[in-house]
């Protein structure tokens, strides 16, 4: 039943009437109306993920920290090959006991420089803290097996090494740090000594 206005006939409402184009409201049994879906903002996400990133992040260590770290990898480097140049260099054909130490020295020299290259840009690195000793000791322990490799060989030093590593600066278990130490002693000597027969001190 409809008025002669346009009205339409709701049942249970006083009246039976409803004004023209009115929207008649939901009974009890109606079903709710479904919220409309919000918009997913991309960029906003990424400033709350980087965000939670930073809490509880020491401090940056700042351009002078990396003007410092950098210069000492620089100096790091150059001591090696001062180091490397004191054994037999050899050349490509023909390797000696110092041809591998001067590559890497000249490597770790080369990214020293990257490093003051880039310290105003940089900002993951971290101020010094108590972590920053466990770099110590690793860089302590690297001290420590280039002196005693004229000594005693290399494969004892290395193994002592690579235990250290693993088990106080990496927190492995007992046994995964002691038969990957050995592992490691074992493959490089079959690589370098067995196969490429390069000169290095050892014992066996």
Do not use: C, K
Not at 33 to 58: M, N, W
Not at 115 to 122: D, G, K, M, Q
Not at 178 to 184: K, P
């Amino acid at each position: 039943m409809t008025s002669s206005a346009g009205g339409a006939h709701v049942p249970g409402r006083p009246g039976g009437r409803t004004a023209a184009g009115a929207t008649p409201q939901a009974g009890p049994g109606a079903p709710p109306e479904e919220a409309a879906p919000e918009e997913f903002d991309l960029e906003e996400a990424i400033h709350q993920v980087e965000a939670e990133e930073h809490e509880g992040r020491p401090p940056a260590a700042g351009l002078l920290g990396n003007l410092v770290v950098a210069a000492a990898v620089v100096v790091l480097g150059g001591a090696a090959v001062v180091g490397s140049l004191a054994f037999d260099a050899g050349s490509a054909r023909s390797p000696e006991a110092g041809t591998w130490p001067l590559m890497v020295s000249v490597v770790i020299v080369v990214l020293g420089l990257g490093l003051v290259a880039t310290a105003r840009r940089t900002t993951d690195a971290e101020r010094f803290g108590r972590t920053s000793w466990l770099v110590l000791a690793g860089l302590a322990t690297m001290v420590a097996f280039v002196a005693l490799i004229p000594v005693i060989g290399f494969e004892i030093p290395a193994a002592l090494l690579a235990f250290v590593w693993l088990r106080f600066l990496g927190h492995e278990g007992w046994r995964t740090s002691i038969v990957t130490s050995l592992a490691l002693v074992v493959a490089f000597y079959l690589i370098f000594v067995g196969a490429l027969s390069v000169p290095i001190p050892h014992l066996f």
